[in-house]
């Protein structure tokens, strides 16, 4: 029996009516605030991560899923390209904002909203909200702005979403990681700070240490925790306009009644940060994988890659993270609620026959109908109804064929009407779940 690799999963039917919940809520939440969606190659040049994300983070440097691109027969020069599954979806964003010049023909401070939903690629160890392949949704909002209230309506956007899904128990955390010039002096800091103490880090740390010291707060070692909590902090270090920007961005916040900490620790384990980083940590039922979400501000992004001096700001969460986060309440409702409106329950040949006609037209009319093929003895055709958790049975026998008037039994109350089929298809027009369409 071949199964999955290991890190990666199904995602099976009874769980998809969760996904397409915290899709759907996403997109309205896109929608109000004014995101378009965009869609990137799920692998790209290997160069665009390695110089957008960072060589020293963990990311690059130890998880991505990197291979060599199938030379072409008939070609020397094409193939034998360094290529990797994406394992972030930020440097492809803007690598299209870029490639497609989306900042040509806009006016001083117009900002390009994208968002985007899909599977990334880490090699990390698995564990219960960790996967190799997971799913995540995020914005990005490009320009030539970075005024800070941007952030706080992306924030607020954030707020709004989350008690539309009623995930309520949840903390915000900011932090300014500063420009990169005060971030150059502030690593000399760090790194001085660091050295005495380097025997008792990780051989990670180490590697941090010599490329990018600021990739140390990123380490879940316990031991290395207990000198990580007693470096300085980037916080100390900050330039002035950073820390304006900062102080404005909190008082936005303020503004919008948006609750949060400052953790000066939280770096983000990717290298384009800049000023504004940010999580969003859940409480329930996460277990120790509980980061929802994370963004930032990454100014300097585009240049890194080639295009244009520009201002980005943006977030991604785990859509199986945020499954996970759903109330149990929430998730048993969106579960029943993906069940069939009518199942057809026939007597005999001539009654499934006409059966057939029946499902077209209620189908046709928008009704979810669910029909077996055996024909049956009453009570067991109606327990397929109740297994198939239908909302009503729809009893087609000789009599009925001969009215044209049909058996329709509520499945909860026990109740039951006789009506014509277009007394069925108005009901059904106000039942939730069947879509009226017209
Ligand atoms: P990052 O891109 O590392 O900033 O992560 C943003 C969010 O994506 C996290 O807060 C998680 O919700 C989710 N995420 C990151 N890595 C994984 C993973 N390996 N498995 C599941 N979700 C993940």
């Not at 990197?66 to 690598?95: H, K, M, W, Y």
């Not at 390009?112 to 564990?127: N, V």
């Not at 800070?148 to 924030?155: D, K, Q, T």
């Not at 961005?249 to 949060?260: C, P, Q, S």
Request: hydrophobic residues 40%.
């Amino acid at each position: 029996m071949i199964q999955t690799v290991r890190g990666t999963r199904d995602i099976l039917p009874d769980d998809m009516p969760l996904w397409h919940r915290v899709e759907a809520v996403a997109r309205e939440a896109f929608r109000r605030y004014g995101f378009r969606e965009i869609r990137t190659p799920i692998f790209e040049k290997t160069e665009l991560f390695a110089r957008g994300v960072g060589e020293a983070t963990d990311i690059v440097h130890k998880e991505m899923y990197t291979f060599t691109d199938r030379a072409r027969v008939d070609s020397i020069q094409s193939g034998g390209e360094s290529l990797t599954l994406r394992p972030e979806n930020t440097a492809s964003v803007v690598r299209a904002y870029i490639q497609h010049k989306m900042f040509a023909d806009k006016s001083p401070g117009e900002l390009t909203k994208l968002y985007y939903i899909g599977q990334m690629f880490r090699r990390e160890r698995p564990q219960a909200g960790r996967y190799r392949q997971f799913y995540q949704i995020g914005v990005e909002v490009m320009g030539s702005s970075d005024d800070p209230a941007i952030e706080a309506e992306v924030i607020e956007m954030l707020d709004w979403f989350l008690k539309e899904l009623k995930i309520t128990n949840t903390t915000l955390l900011i932090n300014s990681v500063g420009e990169p010039a005060s971030r150059a002096v502030y690593l000399e800091t760090l790194r001085e700070a660091i050295r005495p103490k380097l025997d008792q880090l990780c051989t990670d740390c180490h590697h941090r240490f010599e490329t990018n010291a600021l990739r140390v707060f990123d380490c879940k070692n316990e031991s290395c925790q207990t000198v990580i909590k007693d470096l300085p902090t980037i916080t100390d270090s900050l330039d002035e306009a950073s820390r304006q920007h900062f102080e404005q961005f909190k008082a936005h916040l303020d503004a919008r009644g948006i609750a949060y900490t400052v953790n000066p620790r939280m770096v983000r384990g990717l290298d384009y940060y800049t000023r504004t980083a940010f999580e969003i940590v859940g409480h329930d039922g996460l277990g120790a994988q509980n980061t929802l979400v994370g963004g930032g501000r990454y100014d300097g992004l585009s240049e890194t890659i080639g295009g244009p001096p520009t201002k980005g700001f943006g977030f991604a969460f785990g859509l199986d993270r945020m499954v996970m986060a759903l109330p149990e309440s929430e998730a048993e409702q969106l579960r029943a609620a993906d069940a069939p409106d009518v199942f057809i329950v026939f007597l005999g040949k001539t009654a499934r026959a006409h059966s057939f006609t029946v499902a077209q037209q209620l189908r046709a009319a928008g009704v979810a109908v669910a029909m077996e093929f055996e024909d049956r003895k009453m009570k067991k055709a109606m327990a397929a109804a109740d297994k198939a958790r239908a909302s009503f049975a729809l009893i087609i026998g000789d009599n009925e064929v001969a009215s044209g008037t049909y058996g329709l039994k509520n499945l909860k109350t026990g109740e039951q009407e006789s009506l014509t089929l277009d007394e069925i298809i108005s009901k059904f027009g106000s039942v939730p779940g069947a879509v009226a369409t017209g």
